[in-house]
């Protein structure tokens, strides 16, 4: 179950909604299924507000348990090297910092926040958004959802697929998608792995036909908000972009810090994060809900967390332009 979670999001001695992880799986077999219909907003169940809810105990609860394992094997860890080394720290000042717990609490936070900070260079996400045109849609996702898991479940293309969304309030019939690699050099590693495969030519053609256009972004998440495993909670994503004024990513971030353990009490993130290549001082979160009902009242009632107004009050200057956009999850989709 380790190995389903992933990395810490807050920072010193901030107590994470979703623990530290330090790795994920993204083997899935809804998403290594055969594709069917394009999916639609009118297929999720509008009353499904307590299956989600149970869906994202079970997945939360695995993720606590999944933490609480790693941090004991650590300590077990720690306490092999440190009989095997056979050091102490010596002087009275040492003796009085480290032999205490919370001394040794301390050097474990002093730890964790640099490994925090190292994290958001780990990955890289591209965000990619397909404009279909209607006529071609089913055939599209035909296409489409054979290649992507055919792609995404070889370990040599070095590229894991987050996830794929239908756009079904919004730009209607624009499909979302989010891949996940190793640093810069995994993505160009693996677009040429994998533009040089005999059969990529043969996709491509087959996939222009059926575009009115393309477009591409390269992301990083932000080290306080880690992507979320694999995961099939239902219901339907909300996708909001923002336009930020030029500069102003770093207090965005400064803010958006602390006002996201308010917003995460009362909503089911997936990730966030900001473009470097591409749509420049833009901000894409993704959250997902049971339902639009349910959209509303999470909304609401996170207005009611202590924190999330003053967010709200120092981040919307920041603001250029926003959007929202409803998705609806494709059935090879790891996170649906």
């Known amino acids: 179950m380790a190995n ?8 010193i001695r901030a107590r994470p909604l979703f623990p530290d992880v330090s790795a994920r799986s993204f083997a899935s077999s809804s998403y290594l299924s055969n594709p069917a219909k394009a999916p639609a907003l009118a297929d999720v169940m509008p009353d499904g ?37 056979g050091k102490e720290r010596k ?46 849609v089913d055939d599209y996702v035909e296409l489409v959802g054979h290649w992507y898991p055919k792609i995404a479940s070889v370990p040599e293309h070095k590229v894991h697929l987050v996830g794929s969304w239908r756009t079904e309030v919004g730009d ?14 995994g993505y160009h590693d693996s677009l040429h792995t994998i533009h040089s495969l005999p059969e990529f030519a043969d996709y491509d053609h087959k996939l222009k036909p059926m575009l ?7 992301m990083q998440e932000f080290s306080f908000w880690p992507t979320t495993p694999p995961r099939q909670l239902g219901g339907v994503f909300e996708l909001r972009s923002y336009t930020l004024h030029p500069g102003r990513l770093l207090e965005w971030e400064t803010h958006w810090r602390t006002g996201l353990k308010a917003r995460r009490e009362v909503m089911e993130g997936v990730g966030a994060w900001f473009v470097q290549i591409g749509d420049l001082n833009t901000v894409h979160h993704l959250w997902q809900f049971a339902n639009l009902e349910e959209r509303r009242a999470r909304r609401e009632q996170s207005w009611g967390v202590e924190g999330w107004g003053d967010t709200v009050h120092k981040t919307v200057p920041l603001i250029q332009t926003m959007k929202s956009r409803i998705l609806v999850p494709m059935p090879w989709s790891p996170v649906g």
């Open 91 to 136: 002087g009275p000042l040492s003796s009085l910092i480290y032999g205490t717990q919370e001394g040794k609490e301390l050097d474990r936070d002093i730890e964790r926040s640099f490994s925090q900070v190292l994290a958001r260079g780990k990955y890289v996400h591209s965000i990619v958004f397909h404009e279909v045109k209607p006529e071609k």
């Open 172 to 185: 209607c019939d624009t499909f979302v998608h989010i891949w996940e690699y190793q640093r810069y050099h």
């Open 49 to 85: 507000g307590p299956t989600f809810d149970a869906k994202q105990r079970e997945f939360r609860d695995k993720l606590i348990a999944a933490q609480k394992q790693k941090e004991q094997q650590e300590r077990e860890a720690a306490r092999a090297r440190d009989k095997q080394d």
């Open 212 to 218: 009115y256009s393309k477009r591409t972004s390269l």
């Open 4 to 11: 389903l979670v992933r990395r810490g999001v807050f920072a």
